[in-house]
């Protein structure tokens, strides 16, 4: 007989006991629901509301469950539809009669909401632990590269120089911001909906407080019809999961590009790369593909968790459930993605010759060239346009700005001097760039310091 079977003549069919169990996917919540279930026993002895040597009965019975859980020990019942029902016939399975006493002033619905608060707030402890792993592994090979220079690209096309230290910075800031925007979601997540109930609050006078205090949570949520149907910290950690994955694709993107024979700007280790099945010579980034993939995912379920809940009245609804395997899937996919796209940078090799190579064709010094002369004096507009048709006489006579002689110079602008060719060397072109943020080594030197300082502080 189920649980709730009192009000029922006849047993659940068997494909509804399949359609609706969650057991197969929320048993992952099983140590939460202990945690949280031996706090809330804990108080419901010291507020009087069952007997204190009661509430040892249950409180000893569930660390046993526990113990068994972590030992692997424990097979779960589908007909017993969830980990909370499951918990709890384990529970009376363990100290008898007394264990149907677990449930007093509790609701299915508050005690979900709040297992998977708990769970999240160890698994965003977990993702910035790996996202600290990588801003540490940027730093680091930041650090190294402080002199090397590689194109910068707009539109993919070879734009202006730019330090390798100054592009990994980038990618930096990106994760710092993921970083932080977890501390974010983490403020909103670590709060109890214990004691709202199925939706209304009880009448028991329990102390919501203590099992918060107890759980190690900040507070308790304020609304008793909004505690049991918000799943804003969920949906809000899929966005802040998708963010992180959106950034590592960017730079999977760019791994993969520059792996390739036409950038040849990077090689994968071989632990990180793979080959094929009928071209002897392939060296594929497969890491890099699969965490570009693996993106759309995430970005599924935070589209299905958000169309799940926009339907929804208040307060808890059955849909609710989907919940679960949306977030547990985020959450799997973002884990596994930096625990190996980590290592894989880490162990990246820069071809620093190849980078500098490819800074020579493509006039990555022509912006260089117009600024001569407008600080000279021509309005930039103008020095654009005869820089412009320098470029253009560059590439009819297969030459670069550097290669052209002073005449050739001279003929396009009487402004250009002899100095023009220092202007135009690339190691002065990023060394000009001086304004705060720029790709100047002293820049790059100043964000590097600052992202340690900052570092320093988690
Ligand atoms: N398994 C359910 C879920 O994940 C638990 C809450 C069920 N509450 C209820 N009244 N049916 O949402």
Known sequence: MKAWG????????????????????????????IRGSIAHARMLGDCGIIGVDEAGQLIRGLQTILERVRAGAVSWDPKAE?????????????VGEVGKKLHTARSRNDQVALDTRLYLRREIYHLQGLIGELIEILLERAEAEQATILPGYTHLQRAQP???????????????????RLDDCLKRTVLSPLGCGALAGTGFPIDRDRVARELGLAGVTGNSLDGVSDRDFAAEFIFDASLVMMHLSRCCEELVLWSSMEFQFVEMDDAYSTGSSIMPQKKNPDVAELVRGKTGRVYGDLMAILTMMKGLPLAYN???????????????????????????????????????????????????????????????????????????????HGKRLEDLSLEEFKEASELIAADIYETLDMTRVVKVRNSAGGTAPEQVREQLERARAWFATL
């Open 318 to 396: 059955k849909d609710m459930q989907e919940d679960k395997e949306a977030l547990f899937d985020a959450v799997d996919t973002v884990v596994g993605s930096l625990s190996i796209f980590n290592p894989m940078v880490k162990t990246l090799r820069f071809n620093r010759d190849r980078m500098l190579a490819a800074t020579r064709d493509g006039f990555l010094n022509a912006t260089d060239l117009a600024d001569y002369l407008a600080a000279k004096g021509l309005p930039f507009r103008e020095a654009h346009a005869v820089v412009g048709r320098l470029v253009q006489y560059g590439i009819k």
């Open 82 to 94: 969830d980990i909370h029902m499951n918990v709890e016939k384990l529970l009376v399975a363990e």
């Open 162 to 180: 730019v330090l390798l230290g100054h592009h990994l910075l980038a990618y930096f800031e990106m994760f710092r911001r993921d970083y932080q």
């Open 6 to 33: 009192g009000r029922f003549e006849k047993e659940t069919a068997a494909v509804m006991d399949d359609f609706h169990s969650s057991i197969h996917f929320d048993c992952r919540l099983a140590e939460e629901d």
